[in-house]
């Protein structure tokens, strides 16, 4: 049987990637996020996370809304200077929060693992 309420959140977290993929297209010095995007996508993230952006930073989170996203721990992804900042927000008293920065745009062991921190996270709405 079909889960309703998941089909429903999965189709909502792929449009909010389709919009955040639409916005990285208009950008033409962005190549190298759209490139980070496709490899996020490719891994299925899309169906699982929210996306997001401020500016030029991807935001991922398990919420619905961008709202509950602020309250809620997500990871960012910023390229700058040709290096992948990634800034992990743990939120919460026992949840630290910190940032990494490396030399490739790709998603490597370190950042898989904190993807999997974020879909550890119940879907909040």
Known sequence: MVDEKNNGTEK??????????????SLSWCEQMRELIAQLRLMGYDKVTRADTSMSTLHLSRSITWREARNNPQICFAVISGK?????????????????????????????????????KPILE
């Open 84 to 120: 992948l900042v990634v800034t992990y927000y743990g939120r919460g008293t026992s949840s630290r929060s910190y940032k990494v920065s490396f030399d490739t745009i790709k998603i490597n062991h370190e950042i898989k693992m904190l993807l999997r921190k974020i879909v550890a």
């Open 12 to 25: 909502h977290f792929i449009e909010t990637w389709d919009q955040v993929e639409a916005y990285f297209l």
